[in-house]
C-alpha cells in the first residue's frame, strides 16, 4: 500500500554534512506522522527524529543541534539534514510513517519503512 524510498546516503568525512531525503507513494497520508530511525551493526534500531503533520518535531538527544527534520507535505516528501557528522552516526538510516497523526518516537509504532540508506562517516 506504501513505498517509501530513501536516497541522499554516502560516505563522509568528519564534520561533513548529508541530506537524507524519503519519497513516500502508494497511499500515505500527509497528515501522518513520519519519522527517521538508524540501525549501526550489532545495534538495535533507534529513534533519530520524528515530525508531526503540524510540523512538531522531536530528536534524540545525541543528534540535537546537528540534525533538522523536515516535511515538504505537497510532495509528500520527508527530509534529513545532518551536518557536523560524527562517526558515531555510522548506520542504516530508515524513514518511516504511522498510520495515524501522533508523533511517537518508538520504532515499534511505524508500519511503514523504507529499505534504508547508508550513512558511513570516516574519523
Known amino acids: 500500500q506504501v513505498q517509501l524510498v530513501e536516497s541522499g546516503g554516502g560516505l563522509v568525512q568528519t564534520g561533513g554534512s548529508l541530506r537524507l531525503s524519503c519519497a513516500a507513494s502508494g497511499g500515505t497520508s500527509s497528515d501522518y506522522a513520519m519519522g527517521w530511525f538508524r540501525q549501526a551493526p550489532g545495534k538495535e534500531r533507534e529513534f533519530v527524529a520524528t515530525?508531526?503533520?503540524?510540523?512538531?518535531?522531536s530528536y534524540a538527544d545525541s543528534v540535537k543541534g546537528r540534525f533538522t527534520i523536515s516535511r515538504d507535505n505537497a510532495k509528500n516528501t520527508l527530509y534529513l539534514q545532518m551536518n557536523s557528522l560524527k562517526p558515531e552516526d555510522t548506520a542504516v538510516y530508515y524513514c518511516a510513517t504511522r498510520t495515524g497523526t501522533i508523533p511517537y518516537t518508538a520504532p515499534t509504532n511505524y508500519v511503514y519503512w523504507g529499505q534504508g540508506t547508508q550513512v558511513t562517516v570516516s574519523s
Open positions: 515530525i508531526s503533520w503540524v510540523g512538531r518535531t
